[in-house]
């Protein structure tokens, strides 16, 4: 696995971002997604937390 590296926020650590998947059928739920790069999270491991937004209202019946 390559590291995902931001060397102004990582201090060359190598901090690494870990994949969301969603289905063909679920991607048009995505409304918006956030990869966490607080010091807290810098601290706290060596991947970034991240999530995503859905709003299922945007799914079809």
Known sequence: M???VQ???DNRQGAR???I???PDLAPAVTS???D?????NRA???RAEW???DLALLPA
Do not use: F, K, Q
Request: charged share 25%.
């Open 2 to 4: 390559t590291p995902t």
């Open 7 to 9: 060397p102004d926020v």
């Open 17 to 19: 971002i870990d994949h």
């Open 21 to 23: 998947l969603v289905s």
């Open 33 to 35: 997604y956030r990869v």
């Open 37 to 41: 790069d607080s010091e807290e999270g």
């Open 45 to 47: 491991s060596d991947h």
């Open 52 to 54: 995503a937004v859905l």
